[in-house]
């Protein structure tokens, strides 16, 4: 019998046996050269806490305030495509988990059920957009995502040309899409990335047009340069969310962490930045509260839990709000809002 999961990487290990190797891989890895992705958990390791003992926490708890939400805890589930890949519960799996633990759900565009299956478990559901190939296509999708009862959008504007290696199974799709239309032709003087892909890459004019069209919380996921961040915020967008996509994009850019760093004392105080990539445990979580992370949200440990489906899932996100609540008390921190500036260290 198997050894029952007790932490995060116990997860992690068992995913990677139960997984086929493909899959595994699809969700593992970060662009070829994987230097990203290593590095945004490589750089929690450099930020150590100074715990403070006798401190009186009782009555301590881990409710946020966000964009007139309530959420019991800092945590969040981000968007993952195609969940169907890892359980056959999938998207429902995870909300469920989601709904257990009182954990709001980023519904992925990819979703590999639909988005009405999903909210219809209760589960406190945003939304994340991927650009469409027209305006008029992106909007059909976002009013889709209103209509079954997101409460925030999230508009990932890092990842406009796909590299995924994966041939997707018979049976899983991006079910809430309409078919795309055919790419435009080329001939061999031009290029397919900047006369075909690009072609229907979102641009700043689509985001303000965006912005224009829906009264929900708007969030970017995405942005790694301080005047784009600064561009969104001016374009109207209630956050952004800090995040290179687990380094699945773009190899060599700084990790996640060091942005928070760069962006935090730039920003208006009042614009909340959501973070993720390569949280692995509560104290990371912390760590990034700690540096001016309004919120976390976490990608592949999630998988992990949901490949031993919605209980796997749910242990999963309550190990996480226990790390953190330990981390806190030990901290001397009774709320999340005392987290931001307290002992840590570079
Ligand atoms: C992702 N991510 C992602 N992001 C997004 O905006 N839309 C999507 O559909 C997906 N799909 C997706 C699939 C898989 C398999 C992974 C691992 C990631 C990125 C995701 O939301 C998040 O940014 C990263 O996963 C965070 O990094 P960690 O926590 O995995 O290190």
């Given at each position: 019998m198997q050894a029952p999961c007790t932490s995060l990487a116990d997860y992690a290990e068992q995913a990677r046996k139960i997984l086929a190797p493909d899959i595994w891989q699809y969700l593992d890895s970060g662009t070829a050269g994987n230097r990203t992705r290593y590095q945004n958990e490589y750089a929690f390791d450099n930020i150590h806490l100074t715990p403070r003992p006798l401190a009186d926490v009782r009555g301590g708890h881990t409710r946020i305030d966000l964009f007139g939400q309530t959420l019991t805890h800092p945590f969040m589930i981000a968007p993952i495509a195609y969940q169907g890949l890892f359980h056959p519960m999938g998207e429902v799996g995870v909300a469920m988990a989601a709904l257990a633990q009182q954990t709001p759900y980023i519904m992925s565009?990819?979703?590999?059920?639909p988005l009405s299956d999903i909210t219809a478990t209760g589960a406190h559901c945003w939304f994340q957009l991927y650009w469409q190939s027209s305006r008029e296509a992106s909007l059909r999708l976002l009013r889709k995502a209103e209509q079954v009862g997101a409460t925030a959008i999230v508009f990932t504007?890092?990842?406009?040309?796909k590299q995924s290696s994966l041939t997707l199974?018979?049976?899983?799709?991006?079910?809430?899409?309409?078919p795309t239309p055919p790419l435009t032709k080329i001939d061999?003087?031009?290029?397919?990335?900047?006369?075909?892909w690009m072609t229907l890459a979102p641009r700043w004019e689509d985001l303000a047009w965006l912005r224009s069209q829906t009264q929900l919380p708007l969030l970017v996921k995405g942005l790694q340069h301080i005047e784009d961040a600064q561009r969104a915020i001016d374009t109207g967008?209630?956050?952004?969310?800090?995040?290179?996509h687990g380094g699945r994009v773009i190899d060599g850019t700084p990790s996640s962490l060091e942005v928070l760093q760069r962006f935090r004392p730039q920003l208006s105080p009042s614009i909340p930045l959501l973070f993720d990539s390569g949280i692995r445990s509560g104290s990371d979580a912390f760590k990034a509260i700690a540096l001016g992370a309004s919120a976390v949200l976490i990608g592949r440990p999630i998988i992990w839990g949901l490949v031993q489906g919605p209980l796997g899932l749910a242990h999963v996100l309550r190990l996480l709000r226990d790390e953190l609540e330990m981390t806190m008390a030990l901290m001397g921190c009774a709320s999340i809002a005392s987290i931001s500036g307290c002992a840590i260290r570079l």
């Open positions: 565009s990819l979703a590999s059920q504007v890092d990842a406009p040309i199974p018979h049976d899983i799709s991006a079910v809430n899409l309409e061999a003087t031009q290029s397919a990335v900047f006369d075909q967008c209630d956050g952004l969310i800090i995040s290179n």
